[in-house]
């Protein structure tokens, strides 16, 4: 049985989450509230599952491999599991450059 892991979104992460929602919203209000939806039923199966998402590709690439994520396109939600701890890092669209984008907000987090 696997154990139960706690969900922690920090405040980055929460920002930019709001951030998209609130974007979506301006144009489809029941849009925005479906991947609302979707983007926390999916961080929700990190409880159970925390290692469901892949390691981040442009990370991988530099020889860190502390930090996965979770797709819902166009967007990658990034994150980290500690002990019984699953934190969300970021949210980045991931249409843009993200290498350089993860690794300073990654690497200043630890």
């Known amino acids: 049985m696997n154990p139960s892991y706690d969900i922690f979104w920090v405040a ?6 709001e951030e998209v929602i609130d974007f979506i919203a301006r144009e489809n209000p029941e ?3 479906k991947i609302l939806t979707e ?6 199966e990190l ?5 469901r998402g892949r390691i981040v590709p442009e990370l991988q690439s530099q020889g860190i491999f502390l930090y996965r994520e979770l797709l819902v396109p166009p967007w990658r ?3 980290r599991i500690k002990d019984t701890q699953v934190t969300v890092l970021t949210m980045l669209d991931g249409r843009r450059n993200v290498e350089d984008i993860l690794l300073e907000r990654l690497i200043k987090r630890g």
């Open 77 to 79: 939600i990034i994150y």
């Open 12 to 17: 980055s992460a929460e920002h930019d989450l």
């Open 47 to 51: 409880k159970r599952y925390p290692e």
């Open 31 to 33: 849009n925005a509230l």
């Open 39 to 44: 983007i926390r039923e999916k961080t929700s």
